[in-house]
Nanobody, 124 residues
Framework: QVQLVESGGGLVQAGGSLRLSCAVS????????MGWFRRRPGKERDFVAG????????YYADSVKGRFTISRDNAKNTVYLQMNSLNAEDTAVYFC?????????????????WGQGTQVTVSS
C-alpha cells in the first residue's frame, strides 16, 4: 500500500520561509516522479512543482518560480518543498503526490497516489 505523509506546514509571516516534507512508503521511491500541489481557499487544486526520479530535472508553476525549490532524498524516501518569500497568495493546503506509471517523460506523468495535505497559512 502506497502512503504519503506530508509535514512542515504552519503559520508564517509574509516574507518568511517554510520547508515541507513528504515521506513515501510502499513504493520503490527512487523510480518515480514526484510532485507538489496546492489548493488555495475557494480554488481548484493546482500544480506547484515536480521532480524526476533522479532529482536532476525539475518543473515549476510560474507563480512559484524563483521562490520555491523542490528536491528529493532517495535514501530517505522523502521529497521536499523549500518555500521562500512567502506571501498571502501562497496560503493553501499543500499535497504531495507520486507518479503511478514509472514513466521517464514529463508529459506521461500521472499522479496516482496522494498525501492528506498540510496547511500553510501566510499572514500579511
Amino acid at each position: 500500500q502506497v502512503q504519503l505523509v506530508e509535514s512542515g506546514g504552519g503559520l508564517v509571516q509574509a516574507g518568511g520561509s517554510l520547508r515541507l516534507s513528504c515521506a513515501v512508503s510502499g513504493r520503490t521511491f527512487s523510480r518515480y516522479y514526484m510532485g507538489w500541489f496546492r489548493r488555495r481557499p475557494g480554488k481548484e487544486r493546482d500544480f506547484v512543482a515536480g521532480i524526476n526520479w533522479s532529482g536532476i530535472s525539475t518543473y515549476y508553476a510560474d507563480s512559484v518560480k524563483g521562490r520555491f525549490t523542490i528536491s528529493r532524498d532517495n535514501a530517505k524516501n522523502t521529497v521536499y518543498l523549500q518555500m521562500n518569500s512567502l506571501n498571502a497568495e501562497d496560503t493553501a493546503v499543500y499535497f504531495c503526490a507520486i507518479d503511478g506509471t514509472g514513466t521517464t517523460l514529463w508529459n506521461r506523468v500521472r499522479y496516482d497516489y496522494w498525501g492528506q495535505g498540510t496547511q500553510v497559512t501566510v499572514s500579511s
